[in-house]
């Protein structure tokens, strides 16, 4: 049986997808989150402010960047001088880097390919969107229900401090009916 991928080999596999979106920390801890859901990926997720996060994940990527893999890009607000955004790509040293876990990693490539081109498609990685998806993917796997109702998605949200409404859960379950994660919310 083959080695379930590590993070940092997740991360640069997600970061070369996704690249021509201009890929953030959020949307690449979304997309690795769902990578795990799927045993594509090896990484550790808790709730957090944006859903579920790894603290592996963000190590990973800083570490990716300090050795010259990734390229981080941030834009400040003008107001208060912070970064407000991040954004990721690969160097050449990356590429190079890529180009080995790819073929070590060729069968789960293809389906992390699949799976980011349906984020893409149904939510263009809008970070929000893939928050929502999840969240509310966190919530149901922490589940012993088949289907859980609106309500009981928003009350196990608002204990995790998540702030979840009916009109982002329908965005959300929309993405996780194309993932294959659910039928019906």
């Known amino acids: 049986m083959a080695t379930m991928m590590n993070a940092a080999d997740a991360a640069i596999i997600t970061i070369v997808l996704a690249e021509d979106k201009a890929i953030g920390r959020t949307a690449i801890q979304k997309l690795i989150y ?15 402010y944006y859903g579920p996060y790894s603290s592996e994940v963000a190590c990973i990527i800083q570490e990716l960047a300090a050795l010259g893999f990734v390229e981080e890009k941030t834009e400040t607000k003008e107001t208060t001088g912070y970064p407000r955004k991040y954004s990721y790509k690969l160097t050449n040293d990356g590429r190079a880097f890529f ?10 490539y293809e389906k992390i390919s699949a799976l980011i081109e349906k984020c893409k498609k149904r939510s263009n990685l809008n970070p ?3 928050s929502w998806a999840a969240k509310v993917n966190y919530i ?10 609106f309500e009981e ?33």
Do not use: C, M
């Open 140 to 149: 149901g796997s922490h589940e012993e229900k088949e289907a859980l109702e």
């Open 153 to 185: 998605i928003i009350s196990k949200a608002e204990k995790l401090k998540w702030d979840l409404t009916q009109g982002k859960i329908n965005r959300a379950s929309q993405l996780l009916k194309d993932l294959g994660l659910v039928e019906e919310i």
């Open 128 to 130: 929000q969107i893939l």
């Open 99 to 108: 180009s080995t876990v790819r073929k070590e990693y060729a069968e789960d």
């Open 34 to 48: 769902f990578e795990t859901v799927f045993d594509l990926a090896d990484a550790y997720f808790r709730p957090h």
